[in-house]
């Protein structure tokens, strides 16, 4: 019959409540020796790892938690009966031992007694192409990891990451897409992102089935460029499976490194833990039952105690086909699973120290945010600050997880915490911009007084697809602002339409400044806004507020965009405002 180790087990878990290692000889049915070495994983988890000649099989840890059935029997091994019912003698040892663990499976570090541990948080984690642009930096983010979830400063909370979440080395995404325009020439070239990948499984000596999938993938794009090559055709279908390869080599590269440097990971592709999408391919949406699709997917196949390493940015539509989900793609690939997990925690890791009062290439003073609200950072995003798409914040304002904006060159910098609460006793939280802008003003005095003067022209901005960034209105006039992206072509037929009832100005050139800023307090900052504006003679052409209850935005000429967001960066974060900030209606120099 088979032996089950409970007596050696019973044993070994009781050590292990005080001890972070162990190893001894132990005869087994009095005549074989054992060699056995146990590593605590956790207060709940620990692994052995068992030796014997007879078994050929080397030494394999073996792990064990408190929702484990305590069974290390290797096949062939077999005892006397006297054995068998030793063991049956310690069973209820076994069961009162694991009554008294936490059920909960993670990665929390071992508590001894006499000492406390703060609590361990559930997270997923997301890592940029900046963050992974080689092997240093792949090698650099997994021992970052690795330090999250056993942190060596006892005032840090340990992590138990349920998901990384990662893009495609470096500009792997950039240099496909080259790749597939290279091949409409009739020129197939793959070496560049061949040499990357190949060398980094080379520069950290990775298991041979780890190169082996990564030189399918690489070959199979390479299949498919020269299918590109000699049809001629390269769809938006085809170039979503086009760029999936540099996520898909990726997540395979980070997860066997983690494994090297002994933490349990798996590389899985976005559809294999449920990120399913519709089929607008270059932009797609996730499905409304994509959350619970993840979750199912995370709760019937994905150990917790392992760390699933999952492309960004990818999906699947119904049909199985691959679709990618545009900008702020891995963002969203983040928050959707964290929110599908119930994490306490979604952190986002990029090159900058959390959000900034302002772009630091422009503003050298420009500091971290500590905490912004959902509706702040939305608004920072479309007004141009590089934090997280708007799309992308959707799932964690749903579920309200937190979002943490952290820097992977600097982690120890405290970084950004969205929530819901935010700062409620800040005046301005930051200032951004978005520059190439275009004004057009529309004024039509034959509509006073009678109604669908409004109508008429959005009727014109939907027929020809042109959208609108910051508007102002009157009764008999409207100022729009359009950004860079507009067709000139579509802009001049939209012109031409609106000319037929209306008058119509389009001044070029120009930006805007936006103030994410406590709106119930707007007298005292567009007193303190207005007062510098006037000192150092910049014009303000529109000015939009309301709508939201954190932005103020401003219309400017781009010749002194620079100027008047220094300026205000002085006022409202420096404390050095050249005309004086106005606080509680009172002048503060």
């Given at each position: 019959?088979?032996f089950?180790?409970?007596?050696?087990?019973?044993?070994?878990?009781?050590?292990?409540s005080?001890?972070?290692?162990?190893?001894s000889?132990?005869w087994?049915?009095?005549r074989?020796?054992c060699?056995?070495?146990i590593?605590i994983?956790s207060q709940?988890?620990m692994?052995i790892?068992?030796?014997?000649?007879?078994?050929k099989r080397?030494c394999?840890?073996?792990s064990?938690?408190?929702?484990?059935?305590?069974?290390?029997?290797?096949?062939d091994?077999t005892?006397d009966?006297?054995?068998s019912?030793?063991?049956?003698?310690?069973?209820?040892?076994i069961s009162?031992?694991?009554s008294?663990?936490?059920?909960?499976r993670?990665?929390?570090?071992t508590t001894?007694?006499?000492?406390s541990?703060?609590k361990?948080?559930d997270v997923?984690?997301?890592?940029?192409?900046?963050?992974?642009?080689n092997?240093?930096?792949i090698d650099?983010?997994?021992?970052?990891?690795?330090?999250r979830?056993?942190p060596?400063d006892?005032?840090?909370?340990p992590?138990?990451?349920?998901a990384?979440?990662c893009?495609a080395?470096?500009?792997t995404?950039?240099?496909?897409l080259?790749a597939?325009e290279?091949?409409?020439?009739?020129?197939v070239d793959?070496?560049?992102?061949?040499?990357l990948?190949?060398?980094?499984?080379?520069?950290f000596?990775?298991?041979?089935?780890?190169?082996?999938?990564?030189?399918?993938?690489?070959?199979?794009?390479e299949?498919?460029?020269n299918?590109?090559?000699l049809?001629q055709?390269?769809?938006?279908k085809?170039?979503?499976q086009?760029?999936s390869y540099?996520e898909?080599c990726s997540?395979r590269?980070?997860?066997?490194?983690?494994n090297?440097?002994?933490?349990?990971?798996q590389?899985?592709d976005?559809?294999?833990?449920?990120?399913?999408?519709?089929?607008?391919y270059?932009d797609?949406?996730?499905?409304?039952?994509?959350?619970?699709?993840i979750?199912e997917?995370f709760?019937?196949?994905i150990?917790?105690?392992?760390?699933?390493v999952v492309?960004g940015?990818i999906?699947?539509?119904?049909?199985?086909k691959?679709?990618?989900?545009?900008r702020g793609?891995s963002?969203?690939?983040a928050?959707?699973?964290?929110?599908?997990l119930?994490?306490?925690?979604?952190?986002v890791?990029?090159?900058?120290?959390?959000?900034?009062?302002?772009?630091?290439r422009?503003?050298p003073?420009a500091v971290?945010?500590s905490?912004?609200?959902?509706e702040e950072?939305t608004?920072?995003?479309y007004f141009?600050?590089?934090?997280l798409h708007p799309?992308?914040?959707?799932?964690a304002?749903a579920a309200d997880?937190?979002?943490r904006v952290?820097?992977s060159y600097n982690?120890?910098a405290?970084?950004s915490?969205?929530d819901?609460?935010?700062?409620p006793?800040?005046m301005v939280?930051?200032?951004t911009?978005k520059r190439?802008?275009?004004?057009m003003?529309?004024?039509?005095?034959?509509m006073?007084?009678?109604?669908?003067?409004l109508?008429?022209?959005f009727?014109?901005?939907e027929?020809?697809?042109v959208?609108?960034?910051?508007?102002a209105?009157s009764?008999?006039?409207?100022?729009?602002?359009?950004?860079?992206k507009?067709d000139n072509y579509d802009?001049?037929q939209l012109?031409?339409?609106l000319?037929?009832?209306?008058?119509v100005?389009?001044h070029?050139?120009?930006?805007?400044?936006t103030l994410?800023?406590?709106v119930?307090?707007s007298?005292?900052?567009l007193a303190t806004?207005f007062?510098s504006f006037?000192?150092n003679?910049?014009q303000?052409?529109?000015?939009s507020q309301g709508?939201?209850?954190?932005?103020i935005s401003f219309?400017?000429?781009?010749?002194?965009?620079d100027?008047a967001?220094l300026?205000?960066?002085?006022c409202?974060?420096?404390g050095r405002?050249?005309v004086?900030?106005?606080?509680s209606?009172e002048?503060?120099?």
């Open positions: 019959m088979q089950t180790f409970q007596v050696l087990a019973a044993s070994l878990l009781i050590m292990a005080t001890i972070d290692a162990f190893h000889t132990v087994i049915g009095h074989r020796p060699s056995v070495s590593r994983l709940n988890d692994a790892a068992l030796r014997d000649s007879r078994w080397g394999s840890w073996i064990l938690s408190a929702d484990d059935d305590i069974d290390m029997t290797p096949d091994v005892i009966e006297e054995d019912n030793a063991s049956n003698d310690t069973s209820a040892v009162t031992y694991k008294n663990l936490s059920p909960r993670s990665f929390t570090p001894r007694i006499g000492s541990s703060p361990t948080i997923t984690m997301k890592f940029g192409g900046s963050s992974l642009a092997s240093e930096r650099y983010v997994t021992k970052l990891i690795k330090d979830i056993h060596t006892e005032n840090d909370t992590v138990r990451p349920r990384v979440i893009s080395m470096g500009k995404t950039n240099s496909l080259s597939g290279m091949a409409l020439e009739g020129r793959l070496e560049a992102l061949r040499t990948h190949i060398g980094t499984c080379k520069t000596d990775l298991p041979k089935h780890t190169v082996e999938e990564v030189e399918k993938l690489l070959n199979e794009c299949d498919m460029l299918g590109v090559r049809i055709e390269l769809s938006p085809s170039l979503d086009l760029v540099g898909r997540v590269i980070v997860a066997a490194r983690l090297q440097i002994g933490i349990p990971a590389a899985f976005a559809w294999d833990v449920g990120v399913i999408t519709d089929d607008n270059g797609a949406k996730l499905l409304p039952n994509c959350i619970e699709s979750r997917r709760k019937s196949r150990d917790p105690n392992v760390v699933a492309t940015f999906g699947h539509d119904p049909k199985g691959i679709t990618t989900l545009g793609g963002d969203l690939s928050t959707a699973i964290g929110a599908a119930g994490v306490d925690e979604v952190q890791w990029k090159d900058v120290d959390g959000i900034l009062t302002a772009d630091p422009l503003v003073n971290p945010v905490r912004v609200s959902y950072a608004e920072l995003a141009g600050a590089q934090v799309i992308a914040m959707q799932p304002m997880i937190p979002v952290k820097n982690p120890s405290k970084g915490l969205i819901h609460v935010g700062d006793e800040r939280t930051a200032i911009c190439d802008i275009t004004l003003d529309i004024c039509s005095l034959s006073l007084g009678t109604y669908g003067f109508k008429n022209v009727s014109d901005f027929k020809h697809k959208s609108v960034d910051v508007l209105s009764e008999v006039s409207v100022s729009v602002t359009l950004d860079k507009q802009v001049s012109q031409n339409d000319s037929t009832f209306a008058e100005e389009l070029r050139d120009r930006a805007i400044l994410i800023a406590d119930k307090r007298s005292d900052v806004v007062r006037s000192a003679e910049i303000v052409e529109m000015m709508a939201s209850k954190v932005n219309i400017v000429r781009e010749d002194q965009i100027d967001i300026k205000l960066h002085q409202f974060f420096e405002c050249d004086g900030m106005i606080e209606g002048l503060v120099n």
